[in-house]
């Protein structure tokens, strides 16, 4: 299979899966020391992962959590943000731009707690953090595994345990086979639409965030191919309005809280266009999962058929996802 | 000129602004009364005008306030919303699905007090709400000045009344003549672009949430045109890849606290697009308003800019802009 090595993928999830203690460590001792509010700071494809998070608390929470992007606190700032605030945020290189400064503009003027997942434990970021995880590859999962636990701690998750032995127990595997199960549909999928001119995706919910960043940091950035993202609920207040027989719209149906406003795009794109493709996590068994958990998971399995779609398109375009043009090769 | 009433326009405004009395007493009762956060609710254009005032706030307030789409209210909810709570809305039509099914939810489920502007005050949402005030155009003013007048009466905005004064005295003229001054600048852009495959929007600030709905509910809903709204932060985490020499894209540089990010997308364009457009505030005087000021009132410029625009495509492409081909056409 194209690009996919499934022991290494396999002891990624399960490594991730294996910082718990760590995070809990760390959230608890915030937690007992008392918070106000949380933010989850990022740009570009952080800040659609602290989307994502954002509404997976909204579906438990009271909690006051909000997105930010570092760009737009670095200029409008944001008053909530205070000493008692606890801060997330993920940086694989340790070295965006965006991110430095802010967090430099966090610890000057306001001394929230900073909670850092930085890869590169040698950045200069990562001695600027207040604590500082330090493990490659699955962002989301991290965030989710912060949120659980503040939630869980807030008396807003007691199923914590029984959710988090499923997943020790049964994730990473059921996820790799996820993967491997979706090859198939990746391949024709991108045989498809390796050319469009423009691929429309739609989204909701949880899965709003990765929407936008896979249109925008995977088929832009990567493939060079010109996509729109939009929320579901959105595409019948506008956008829908361009959509024709042959204009290629893909949507992500999860099972989270926000599946019927996916569902509706479904149900209704075949009445004006015949180039639809709807993706269901439902279609992807999860074995060991319970049912209620699996509007928690669909974004995982959203990305884990990405993944396919991601290995075809690169190899029938001959165009390696490495290349940029412009990020980090021209001054701006 | 071309669709354009300027004696109507100047009316319209200045019944807006003459609106202020109207709104002070309903935000001045409900301050009085105590509330703990702002919600600012809406769907497609409204979700916009939502993210603009939201911004605007940021700039000065520590208030706790956020925008939700209204189907997204009614699918995951929001449990920041409380009796407490302040939910501010406006529609025109009082008819759109999603206010009124998250409206009945607000009521029946939390109580808050709810403000709404609806234009149709024969709707049933306009008994429905707890506060009506009911007059047709200029949103975004409306929605900034129950802002203003919250901002107020938290001690956030000591010049409020020398705003004031300069915008009764001054902005609805003002603002008229802008509209007048960007006909010619409007005809060319509609000459160079009414055939665009698809034209690229980048805004920032109080202009991304207008930036976002001009793509969304006027290019693509009215003018049937493709487009992407991208935040200019954004711009350089993945979007600009695919830009090229002869893609489209137009950048909004504002005055208010994001401004910098805006430019630093214009900066960049020449080196990499050979058809960009920078419609910068800056260029256009509004007399009589103070420097300090012009911040705030640079989506009003833009929006007055793109009216010219937008009677110019309409007209070149002979496509009455009234006309939808989905929208409350068909079942969905």
Redesign the interface.
């Known amino acids: 299979m194209l690009k996919f090595d499934k022991e290494k993928t396999l002891e990624n999830v399960k490594g991730a899966l294996a910082l718990r203690p760590e995070i809990n460590a760390v959230v608890d001792e915030i937690n007992t020391n008392g918070y106000s509010n949380v933010m989850w700071l990022g ?3 952080t ?1 659609a992962s602290a989307m994502q998070v954002v ?1 997976h608390m ?2 438990r ?2 909690i ?1 959590t ?1 997105y930010e ?4 606190y670095l ?6 943000v205070t000493d008692k605030t606890l801060v997330v945020l993920s940086s694989v290189s340790g070295s965006t731009e ?1 991110i430095v400064e802010a967090v430099e503009k966090i610890k000057k003027e306001v001394g929230a707690t900073i909670l850092g997942f930085i890869d590169n434990d040698q950045a200069p970021l990562a001695s600027m953090v207040t604590h500082l995880i330090s493990y490659p590859t699955d962002e989301q999962l991290k965030f989710f595994m912060v949120a659980d636990r503040l939630m869980y701690l807030a008396g807003e998750f007691p199923d914590y345990d029984e959710f988090y032995k499923e997943m020790d127990e049964h994730f990473a595997n059921d996820i790799v086979n996820v993967e491997e199960s979706a090859d198939a549909f990746g391949l024709q999928f991108a045989e498809k639409h390796h050319e469009d ?2 691929h429309y995706f739609v989204g ?2 949880n899965q709003w965030g990765a929407t936008y ?1 896979y249109a ?2 995977y088929w ?3 493939h ?5 993202s939009i ?4 595409f ?8 024709e027989r042959d204009t290629p719209v893909t949507v992500y149906v999860g099972e ?6 996916s569902e ?1 795009v479904a ?2 794109l075949p ?2 266009c015949g180039n639809y493709t709807v993706i269901d996590s439902k279609e992807y068994d999860l074995p060991g999962i319970s049912e209620k958990y699996r509007g928690t998971l669909s974004p995982f399995i959203f990305h884990a058929i990405n993944n396919r779609i991601d290995a075809h398109i690169e190899h029938i375009n001959r165009h390696p996802m490495d290349i ?4 980090r090769q ?1 001054q ?1």
Request: aromatic share 14%; proline share 2%; net charge negative.
């Open positions: 740009i570009g494809g800040y509404v909204k579906e929470s009271a006051e909000f992007n570092a760009a737009e200029t409008t700032g944001n008053r909530r965006e001119d423009i909701a919910g960043s925008m940091c832009e950035e990567q060079w191919l010109k996509t729109k929320e579901a609920p959105e019948f207040h506008g956008m829908f309005e361009i959509v989270d809280s926000q599946r019927s406003l509706r149900n209704f009445q004006i940029r043009r412009y990020y021209l701006y």
